[in-house]
């Protein structure tokens, strides 16, 4: 058996107005999502991030919103047609052991979706053969799930991926990290 994954029917525990107040997803996202991009929520859930990187990401970009769980993915079509992004956003519904996707990407967010994977490893591996040379990964996890040493196991395999770290943002009741695929990388 693998990691404990969040029931779909969680989704409405975590994404309501006290999450919105918490992690607020245009204030923490804006930093890194750009006008034109391609960008990647793995682990979307109801798509409190997605729909705000469909926003950033304007009329000429695109964002996948990808996940395990069907019914997460239905809540996101039906919440970006109200907002008005349907548009802009593929929903992709991930095998359990990797991502599946084969796109180029110049953002990634797995934001509380890592610890859940069975395979971290393979996960980082996907995220840096699908991003850009000089594409960034923001990856946040929960501080009561994931302890210090959990986190910094993970921020060693994604050392061995090819990933730099770039910096550790201030994430509310969280542990984050911006990694980056180095530009000279061109694979
Ligand atoms: C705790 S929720 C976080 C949702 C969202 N990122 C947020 O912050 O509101 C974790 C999500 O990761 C998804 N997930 C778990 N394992 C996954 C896998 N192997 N591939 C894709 N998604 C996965 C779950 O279905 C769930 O929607």
């Known amino acids: 058996m693998g990691p404990h994954v969040c029931p779909w029917w969680g989704g409405y525990f975590i994404?309501?107005?006290?999450?919105?107040w918490l992690h607020n997803p245009e204030r923490i996202?804006?930093?890194?999502?750009?006008?034109?991009?391609?960008?990647?929520d793995f682990g979307?859930?109801?798509?409190l991030f997605a729909i705000a990187m469909a926003r950033l990401?304007?009329?000429?970009?695109?964002?996948?919103?990808?996940d395990l769980q069907p019914q997460m993915l239905d809540v996101v079509r039906r919440r970006a047609?109200?907002?008005g992004v349907a548009g802009r956003i593929h929903t992709h519904r991930c095998p359990r052991d990797s991502i599946g996707l084969d796109?180029?990407?110049?953002?990634?967010?797995?934001?509380?979706?890592?610890?859940?994977?069975?395979?971290?490893?393979?996960?980082f591996a996907d995220l840096y053969r699908g991003l850009n040379p000089g594409g960034r990964f923001l990856i946040v996890e929960p501080r009561g799930h994931v302890t210090a040493k959990s986190f910094a196991n993970m921020m060693e395999l994604?050392?061995?991926a090819g990933f730099r770290e770039q910096e550790r943002p201030p994430v509310r009741l969280s542990r984050a990290a911006v990694l980056v695929k180095p530009a000279a990388d061109a694979a």
């Open 15 to 20: 994404d309501n107005s006290l999450r919105r």
């Open 29 to 40: 996202l804006t930093p890194y999502v750009a006008a034109g991009m391609t960008s990647l």
């Open 44 to 47: 979307c859930g109801m798509g």
């Open 57 to 66: 990401v304007g009329a000429h970009g695109r964002v996948i919103a990808a």
């Open 81 to 83: 047609q109200r907002a």
């Open 103 to 123: 796109e180029r990407l110049d953002f990634a967010l797995a934001f509380y979706s890592a610890h859940e994977v069975p395979d971290v490893r393979r996960l």
């Open 158 to 160: 994604a050392g061995q």
